[in-house]
């Protein structure tokens, strides 16, 4: 059975940093792109990061570039979100998924999501 379950998701003062995890089952997540997104209230998803099956290069939106960063450790078939400087506007449903990872539709399966609250 595949599956994909976050953890990490919590509360945290604006500038503080999260660790977001995914830990895969069910598959071997090393043979996919990887990719984070989010759901803020009242607004659509949106991709957070990505790396494509097919090369290492890491996407990221505009709104995290150099706050965020996606990796994995294909040891623990784990993918991971690094948060850090995080912002009120970060709060959000933040959601793990994998697939080709070549653009932002490109993922086939998803977690349920772990909720992150940016507040003083």
């Known amino acids: 059975q595949v599956q994909l379950v976050e953890s990490g998701g919590g509360l945290v003062q604006p500038g503080g940093s999260l660790r977001l995890s995914c830990a895969a089952s069910?598959?071997?997540?090393?043979?996919?792109?990887i990719g984070w997104f989010r759901q803020a209230p009242g607004k659509e998803r949106e991709g957070v990061a990505r790396?494509?099956?097919?090369?290492?290069?890491?996407v990221d939106a505009d709104s995290v570039k150099g706050r965020f960063t996606i990796s994995r450790d294909n040891t623990k078939n784990t993918m991971y979100l690094q948060m850090s400087h995080l912002l009120p506007e970060d709060t959000a449903v933040y959601y793990c998924?994998?697939?080709?990872?070549?653009?932002?539709?490109?993922?086939?399966?998803w977690g349920q999501g772990t909720a992150v609250t940016v507040s003083s």
């Open positions: 790396i494509s099956v097919s090369d290492d290069n890491t």
């Open positions: 998924a994998a697939g080709g990872g070549h653009n932002w539709s490109d993922f086939a399966s």
């Open positions: 069910g598959f071997t997540l090393g043979s996919y792109g």
